[in-house]
């Protein structure tokens, strides 16, 4: 018996995507937000649908790998990957992403300052892809995640001269430890960016008193 070919093909496919309303392109500032893992669009954007307003729009891209919470039915969740063909997933993420704000963008007559926020999961792959994006970053707040580990350092670094970073963490998130915040720190230095560092008092949640004091100050 030979053995078998494993090949790859590509196809058009449909994704989701929410908005926190029908853009007028008059905005000034767009927010692209990324979910955590085994989260949706529709439910995550809510947390912001308190900061929109005429000149600020959100937009909440959802990934596009689906499985169930919990056994074989009931609630279901998005993530941007798994271990499984994890190169294809970034891939894929970074095609998406680019047209989805891409084509957003140029509908805009004077274009907008895009800032990029990211919860858990979506953090990586918010840095991962806006280190590629063909644009530029004002702002990024990383919530309950860092840096993409496999960041390209040089391309990063000059991607990221002049965007602000600000990085919220909950003092008993049960998905951080001591290593990964030394990891995360030795990322900041070998990028040369000064990250702002908040804390609150809870775990691998958006605390809503936080986020609310982070956009009336922005």
């Not at 951080?176 to 030394?182: A, C, G, H, M, Q």
């Amino acid at each position: 018996m030979g053995n078998f070919l494993k090949k790859k093909i590509k196809v058009t496919y449909q994704a989701e995507y929410c908005l926190s309303h029908e853009p007028t392109f008059d905005e000034s500032e767009v927010w692209v937000v990324f979910h955590g893992y085994g989260q949706l669009a529709e439910f995550f954007i809510r947390k912001f649908m308190p900061f929109e307003s005429e000149d600020r729009l959100f937009v909440a891209p959802e990934a596009t790998n689906y499985s169930y919470l919990k056994d074989y039915k009931g609630r279901v969740g998005a993530n941007w990957m798994t271990s499984h063909e994890r190169e294809l997933a970034i891939e894929n993420n970074h095609r998406y992403l680019d047209q989805l704000v891409n084509e957003l963008l140029e509908k805009f007559e004077n274009p907008p300052a895009v800032n990029v926020f990211g919860f858990s999961q979506g953090v990586a792959t918010a840095t991962r892809w806006a280190s590629r994006w063909n644009g530029n970053v004002n702002k990024f707040i990383l919530w309950a995640g860092g840096f993409a580990r496999d960041l390209d350092l040089k391309v990063s670094n000059e991607k990221f001269e002049k965007t602000e970073f600000i990085s919220v963490l909950g003092d008993q998130d049960e998905f951080v430890n001591s290593e990964i915040l030394k990891k995360q720190g030795e990322l900041e230095k070998a990028l040369g960016k000064e990250v702002k560092k908040i804390s609150f008092k809870g775990g691998h949640i958006i605390d809503s008193e936080v986020l609310s004091q982070i956009f009336e100050n922005i």
